[in-house]
């Protein structure tokens, strides 16, 4: 073989190891799925559920990592800014979206597409408006008078600022015309060891966590937060059946890192998909409150748009910092 030939053998070998994998090939080894929350929390939670399915389907494994801080921002930006290859994935949530696109540049619109690639909706889970027993109302639209007869001076607990449950407590004030004292915390789990002492009045929160104490009579649910009844908390009305348009969810979703080839966006919403279909998956999510709403990588990227901009309008109007925001 003369010197030219293996010049040009040697050159084509190296081109192609340099060709990222194709669909094909994916994946032939391990995957990365960054929760930008700690452990333990609804995020975390999903993350192993898909990464079991993925990890089961394919044969390779899928590590959760968890990189919490900053309201799921420290994350989220590790997945942005990562090799476009389809081995780091990102497990993101209404409120890290918004850390995001509180502090992306250019003044138009957000869209995520330029910062991720959205992949598939896990789920959407609703909020249950929970108030300790001792607050003297039994329905939403008695909470709305005791806030207006009381402006300021009821106190709602959330998970951190910019999270689905401040943003839904915002929205009710909205809607309402009340005003309530917002008082964050490092969490949910905090939030509701106050609310079932007594120390703050009001919380829209998950409602797997807080369901064992409706039950027992240590909380009182007022409502929902989707615009029809849960099948999980089927004697709970609805919050718009009061404020008719009320509508706050928190949904949960795979992206992962700009560009990802297309292909491999497709192969893993298929993937995920037709796991949603399955008993399994169903009940894993029922424990989170949640029932399966697949969607495409294109609708689930339009669904992040419209909900980042249904909640930035609120926040603006609210002059609302979000954690990294400009």
Not at 38 to 63: C, E, F, H, K, M
Not at 104 to 125: E, Q
Not at 197 to 223: T, W
């Amino acid at each position: 073989m003369s010197a030219n030939v293996r010049i040009t053998a040697l050159a084509i070998s190296l081109i192609a190891l340099a060709l990222p994998a194709t669909a094909a090939d994916y994946p032939d080894h391990t995957i990365k799925m960054i929760v930008p929350f700690a452990a333990g929390g609804g995020t975390d939670v999903l993350a192993r559920i898909i990464a079991q399915n993925l990890s089961s389907r394919w044969g390779q494994p899928v590590v959760v990592e968890n990189q919490p801080g900053a309201s799921g921002a420290i994350g989220t930006r590790a997945a942005m800014k990562a090799e476009p290859d389809g081995y780091t994935l990102l497990m993101a949530s209404t409120g890290a979206l918004m850390t995001v696109a509180a502090g992306a540049d250019g003044d138009g619109p957000f869209d995520v597409n330029k910062v991720l690639s959205p992949i598939v909706i896990a789920a959407a889970p609703p909020y249950l408006l929970v108030v300790r027993p001792t607050l003297p109302v039994n329905t939403t639209a008695d909470l709305i008078r005791l806030a207006k007869e009381k402006p300021g001076e009821l106190t709602f607990g959330s998970s951190g600022v910019g999270a689905a449950s401040h943003l839904s407590g915002l929205l009710f004030g909205s809607e309402t015309g009340t005003r309530m004292l917002h008082v964050p915390y490092k969490g949910t789990g905090p939030a509701v060891t106050d609310l079932l002492g007594g120390r703050i009045d009001v919380m829209f929160a998950p409602g797997p966590v807080v369901q064992p104490f409706v039950q027992s009579g240590q909380l009182k649910a007022l409502g929902v937060t989707d615009t029809q009844r849960s099948k999980f908390y089927p004697q709970v009305p609805t919050v718009a059946d009061a404020v008719p348009g009320y509508e706050s969810v928190g949904w949960f979703g795979l992206l992962a890192p700009p560009n990802t080839p297309p292909a491999i966006v497709k192969e893993l919403n298929a993937v995920i998909v037709a796991a949603m279909a399955t008993q399994e998956f169903r009940d894993h999510l029922a424990t989170l409150g949640a029932e399966p709403k697949p969607q495409t990588p294109e609708e689930f990227g339009r669904y992040i748009n419209a909900d980042v901009a249904k909640w930035s309008k609120l926040v603006k109007d609210n002059d609302v910092q979000l954690p990294g925001g400009k």
